[in-house]
């Protein structure tokens, strides 16, 4: 006789509640232009191949537990000690820590729009999300920010998905006034950004995150870190998973870190290209955020000088019909009428200006 299960009945209250968060769109087969996930658009060090290959003897070991060698070289290029920085599989593993450690009642906070995990890591939690809401200005709200009196509150520097930056002194302002952890999480502040961490000297109360997704050309390895005052880090040891990153994830990380000289090749590149595509955008007529990351946030106009959601999800499928694949997000009111463009490489981004300049409604 057949058994059954009611898995969503039998699961915790808050986690019937949750939404898996949702990822941009893998296209499958050849021939897409992949602007949605803002990956990097060139490979990793060619160092990283080395170390990689240097560790397939051992794998039947398992990895250095704490990824000590890591959080030592992290620490050293932002004059901390190794006991300031933890490594994450992906910043988002760490972003659920931070909430699974100090986030209670009211909840954890955040700016909206902002990074569409931080509502998966708060439910995962059992905590609800509060809301700050930016206007069209983009201005930081820091007295709203404090009225949540949110015990965790994440704030994107630069921000997504719209790339504005806010200044440190913003930043300082936050700190001051909220009575919590305030997270900032720098996944793209090597693009243009001004980081926190000179911040951390002062504040017990801050947490930088960054992630070698980005800048560092890593999607794929799953790493991330975070840098805070020695108390901070020993208690997120503590729900960290053991044996949290695998062998050659540490040492691909290690070996990208360390090739300085590369990274800032690429880095540069990648703004070159986003700065000469803005240009383009401009020329077109239409409102673009000032990006200080590896992507920009447009708002196209239709022949008629018309910018609207509509005119953006027009836009977003004939891109997707020229096998273009950007990031439309309908669902909030400042970000519906836009499209997020990842910078890719130069030819991937004239085919991206191509793929527009040969949609009916372009002007």
């Not at 499958?28 to 232009?33: D, F, N």
């Not at 305030?182 to 243009?192: K, M, N, T």
């Not at 447009?298 to 000088?305: F, I, Y």
């Amino acid at each position: 006789m057949k058994k059954t299960f009611d898995a969503l009945d039998r699961a915790l209250p808050h986690i019937q509640d949750l939404h898996a968060y949702v990822p941009g769109e893998q296209p499958q087969g050849e021939g897409w232009v992949k602007l949605n996930t803002n990956e990097n658009p060139y490979a990793p060090s060619p160092k990283v191949a080395d170390a990689i290959a240097a560790q397939l003897a051992d794998l039947r070991k398992y990895p250095e537990p704490i990824s000590a060698k890591l959080r030592a070289a992290i620490g050293q290029r932002f004059g901390l000690k190794q006991a300031n920085v933890i490594i994450g599989n992906g910043s988002d593993n760490i972003l659920d820590l931070i909430t699974r450690c100090f986030a209670s009642a009211p909840g954890a906070g955040h700016t909206v729009p902002s990074y569409s995990l931080y509502p998966v890591v708060a439910g995962m939690s059992g905590q609800g999300l509060l809301d700050v809401n930016f206007d069209r200005s983009m201005q930081l709200d820091v007295d709203a920010m404090a009225a949540t009196q949110a015990k965790v509150f994440f704030l994107t520097n630069p921000n997504a998905p719209t790339g504005v930056a806010f200044p440190l002194s913003q930043i300082e302002a936050a700190l001051q006034a909220i009575d919590g952890l305030l997270v900032v999480d720098e996944a793209y502040v090597d693009f243009g950004g001004e980081s926190a961490v000179t911040l951390l000297k002062d504040y017990e109360n801050l947490v930088v995150v960054r992630t070698f997704s980005k800048s560092y050309g890593l999607a794929g390895m799953r790493v991330g870190f975070a840098m805070a005052a020695a108390p901070i880090i020993g208690i997120l040891d503590r729900v960290r998973d053991a044996y949290n990153l695998d062998r050659v994830a540490q040492a691909a990380a290690l070996a990208a870190f360390e090739d300085v000289d590369y990274f800032e090749v690429q880095r540069q590149k990648v703004m070159a290209t986003r700065d000469a595509t803005r240009a383009q955008l401009d020329a077109y007529g239409w409102f673009t955020y000032p990006s200080a990351t590896n992507f920009l946030f447009t708002e196209p106009k239709n022949a008629a000088g018309e910018s609207s959601a509509e005119v953006a999800a027009d836009l977003f499928e004939h891109l997707k019909s020229q096998r273009v694949l950007v990031r439309y997000f309908p669902s909030h009111p400042l970000t519906c009428a836009f499209i997020r463009v990842s910078i890719g490489t130069d030819a991937e981004m004239k085919a991206f200006l191509t793929a527009v300049e040969s949609w009916p409604n372009h002007a």
